[in-house]
């Protein structure tokens, strides 16, 4: 009924964790397909003994990115429905069940569910966990609201049927934001897009700030590709990381000038975000990391934004 599609990219480890998860699910009607998108370090021969605990198809291609890999995939997949994921994600045990029971109770075109942090996750992760999925970093637009009108499904835990997939082309050539704009041309053209609460993923993330920064960075300027291709889509809510980047920078500068107190509000805000965090987390180093997440994050996602908006005039 259902084909897990997964493209890989020098992530052997990885996805062997995920597909380790996935064969102790207990829902079993599925297969998987792996994409490997021209990686240096091919995962084919560490995933080969999966192929005893389920249907499973491998596929290798030269490198185009991860949304021509999924497509590649999709091409292949015989599930009535596929549900993309990211090599980083691990599955709980009833995540299909879960998925399996909302599909048969109500017709549905396209759904996504949110992501947790697993215990096991470094205090980094599971900050990053926290700066991309508390509603006070991103409005809880990420897979915690309600409002299907306002939800969007992501590609680290995305599923479609196959028919309608394939009818509406995929995901575009876009590097970035393609998962956003897959979502949002299916809700344009009529099909019916939910989100699955109960079907979330372990998500690891990046492992490093640096990176966290190139990938929101990234997450910035798609949301101004994303703009011009769909204007209607451009909430006020996107704009304030790029003003949190410019009034973070001017209050910076003034503080020679003010004596410090111009840093205060910079102050409460991480403040709040370390107690928010510390409530949710129950962990000081991790309350900690998520202050410096939450503004690696505002900041990176801001000058991706405004870099990309004056790039483009």
């Known amino acids: 009924m259902i084909s897990l599609v997964i493209p890989v990219y020098n992530r052997p480890d990885e996805i062997v964790e995920l597909l380790q998860s996935i064969a102790e699910q207990r829902f079993r009607d ?7 998108d021209g990686s ?12 005893d605990c389920f249907k499973l198809q491998y596929f290798y291609k030269e490198n185009s990115g991860p949304g021509p890999s999924r497509n590649y995939g999709v091409q292949h997949a015989e599930g009535d ?10 599955l709980p045990p009833d995540y299909l069940s879960v998925v399996h029971r909302s599909l048969s109770q109500e017709p549905i075109d396209a759904f996504g569910g949110p992501d947790r942090a697993h215990e096991s996750f470094t205090a980094l992760q599971k900050a990053i966990n926290y700066s991309m999925t508390s509603f006070l970093t991103t409005g809880g637009i990420r897979g915690g609201m309600k409002k299907v009108d306002k939800f969007h499904p992501r590609s680290f835990n995305m599923g479609v049927r196959t028919a309608v997939w394939r009818k509406a082309g995929g995901f575009s050539a876009m590097r970035y934001g393609e998962d956003v704009d897959f ?10 897009v939910v989100l699955i609460s109960e079907a979330w993923v372990w998500h690891k993330r990046r492992n490093t700030l640096g990176s966290f920064f190139r990938q929101v960075y990234h997450f910035g300027q798609a949301r101004i590709c994303l703009y011009r291709k769909h204007p209607s889509t451009l909430k006020l809510m996107h704009l304030f990381p790029a003003a949190f980047a410019v009034g973070a920078v001017l209050l910076v500068l ?16 991480a403040l709040l975000l370390f107690l928010d965090s510390l409530r949710l987390n129950r962990n000081l180093k991790v309350a900690a990391l998520s202050v410096v997440t939450a503004f690696t994050q505002q900041a990176g996602y801001g000058l991706g934004f405004l870099t990309e908006c004056f790039r483009r005039q």
Not at 185 to 192: C, D, I, Q, T, V
């Open 30 to 36: 599925f297969e998987v397909v792996v994409v490997e």
């Open 81 to 90: 429905y596929v549900i993309v994921l990211d090599s980083d994600c691990i």
């Open 40 to 51: 240096s370090r091919p995962c084919k021969e560490a995933i080969a003994p999966f192929a």
């Open 254 to 269: 003034a503080a020679p000038f003010t004596r410090g107190w111009s840093l205060l509000p910079l102050a409460l805000l």
């Open 183 to 192: 979502s949002i041309r299916l809700k344009e053209a009529g099909y019916r």
